[in-house]
Nanobody, 123 residues
Framework: QVQLVESGGGLVQAGGSLRLSCAAS????????MGWFRQAPGKEREFVAV????????NYGNSVKGRFTISRDNAKNTVYLQMNSLKPEDTAVYYC????????????????WGQGTQVTVSS
């Protein structure tokens, strides 16, 4: 099991940027694919991005392609989500999660989760 702690959320105006971080502890960080999900009030948890164990492969949800970038630093046990050109519809609690493969897209496929960090984008 790996423990995950997100940080970096906050309030930003539309068009602005934020970078989220997720620090991991416990079992070897580099043995996990890492994902970001988000959940807005009254909505299901939505896939945002995933990155492979080495960081060489990534994939994104359609709503964030071209605006968000996922990356990781295995030496620092940290995964990042750079969010640019933010829109009010990006407002949600953002969660990082650890999984077994970067092919995974659904929350049920990820076994470890952080507590989430709130991102609010004002118009």
């Amino acid at each position: 099991q790996v423990q995950l702690v997100e940080s970096g959320g906050g309030l930003v105006q539309a068009g602005g940027s934020l970078r989220l971080s997720c620090a991991a502890s416990g079992r070897t960080f580099s043995s996990y694919a890492m994902g970001w999900f988000r959940q807005a009030p009254g909505k299901e948890r939505e896939f945002v991005a995933v990155i492979s164990r080495s960081g060489g492969s990534t994939n994104y949800g359609n709503s964030v392609k071209g605006r968000f970038t996922i990356s990781r630093d295995n030496a620092k046990n940290t995964v990042y989500l750079q969010m640019n050109s933010l829109k009010p519809e990006d407002t949600a609690v953002y969660y990082c999660a650890a999984g077994s493969s970067w092919y995974l897209r659904t929350p049920q496929d990820f076994g470890s989760w952080g507590q989430g960090t709130q991102v609010t984008v004002s118009s």
